[in-house]
């Protein structure tokens, strides 16, 4: 960036610096949705056997990928908790043999104060 143009920047009142940030994000988030949606259909393919699978509205931060992480780790024959912040993706491993009905992750999420989506898949064998 040349050094005039820094200057320039670097001296904007508030609101128009603000206002050419949100410009050049809502330029990146204009690209972002094509990248998506490949992203999304590839991740889909490789969903792990062992797990249920949940998207989750609200994740934000790490503290929100700890409080799901806490909430689930309370479950019986849950071993581990994966959570994507970028995508809403919440990947529950559990021990052969554990089943958990919607209503339960729908309870579990609330309980860490979000909202489930969906739950997108379940280990091998069904409910």
Request: charged letters at 10%; proline letters at 6%; hydrophobic letters at 45%.
């Amino acid at each position: 960036m040349s050094s005039n143009l820094r200057h320039r920047v670097l001296n904007m009142p508030r609101i128009a610096f603000a206002s050419a940030l949100l410009g050049l994000a809502m330029a990146f988030v204009a690209v972002f949705p094509a990248q998506a949606a490949t992203s999304a259909a590839t991740a889909q393919q490789a969903w792990p056997a062992d797990a249920y699978v949940v998207h989750v509205d609200g994740l934000a931060c790490p503290f929100c990928a700890y409080g799901i992480e806490k909430q689930f780790s309370h479950l019986p024959g849950v071993t581990t908790t994966d959570v994507n912040l970028a995508s809403g993706v919440v990947v529950v491993h559990v021990k052969p043999g554990t089943r958990f009905d919607q209503a339960q992750i729908n309870k579990t999420v609330q309980q860490a104060g979000f909202t489930l989506k969906d739950v997108v898949s379940q280990p091998t064998g069904g409910r």
